[in-house]
């Protein structure tokens, strides 16, 4: 199945148990050419995940007085980035919120306009991996999702608690899911649903069997939704689009990697709005994909999508 772009549907299943052996940053080579870091210039990694984009960042800057901004929403993620990061000494400043507010923080990090803005979407290795925090469906856990554990609404709460038609319209909407009436359904019927692994098997009963199209686990799609709703992901991402030129200087670059058609559509969308505002030029003629090598290295990055632009000079 494909998106309107013609893109695959990710495969988003998990890494087998045990196999997991670090965090990779997905087109980093890519990244860091369409960033065109300077020795003296300023950065900003707004999902900073593990810090694997960071710290390819900071190698180059350690040669000039360049400075990294690096934000996440993930206060465990934060902490795995502050030691892999530490080496870098006052080269780095992080900061623990949302990118969202990517205004308001690189405003109190009294950093000047960034030469660059990196955001790198979606759950990190380390997030699927940890099985307490509930996002994989093949390890047991409990039903929270939540990236920010400060944010009140958890996975639970939404299975639990959502009337059916709710639920139904959040799976279509947010998981593209087909069969999202008859999981809806189901759901209802087998509260409370108390463990992820639960969920899964609930979600894989209520999908006829006969059905071909899931190449992925029949729980992925129902998972993704629940995510994206738990953490307001891409009303996150809208709000940080239409701030994200205002803390670039003229000239600064803007690099987004996306793992499915609901996050690169309004990317592209905005993308396309701001150069036909003159706003920006789009680098990225057509969307970047990984390399079979990087792919068959690093199975996470198969669906990723990187798009690029500059603000303008003007």
Known sequence: MKDDDGFEQPDTRHPTPGTWTGHKPVLLHEAMGFLNVRPDGVYIDATLGAGGHAAAILEILERGRGRLLGI?????????????LERFGEKVMLREGNFAEIDELHAESGLSPADGLLADLGLSSMQLEDASRGFSFDRPGPLDMRMDPHTRT???????RTSERELAD????????????????????????????ELAQVVTRAIPSRTGLYRQHPATRTFMALRLAVNQELESLETFLAKALGVLAPGGRLVILSFHSLEDRPVKHAFQAWKREAKA????????????????????????KLRAAEKSRD
């Open 170 to 197: 959040l799976i279509y909407k947010l998981g593209e899911e087909r069969f999202s009436r008859r999981i809806a359904r189901g759901m209802v019927k087998a509260r409370p649903i108390r463990s992820t692994t």
């Open 281 to 304: 030029e789009i680098l990225t003629k057509k969307v970047v994909r990984p390399s079979e090598a990087e792919i068959a290295a690093n199975p996470r990055s198969r669906s990723a």
């Open 154 to 160: 958890t996975a639970a709460e939404i299975v639990n």
């Open 72 to 84: 996440d929403r993930d206060p465990a993620a934060l902490d795995r980035a502050r030691e892999r």
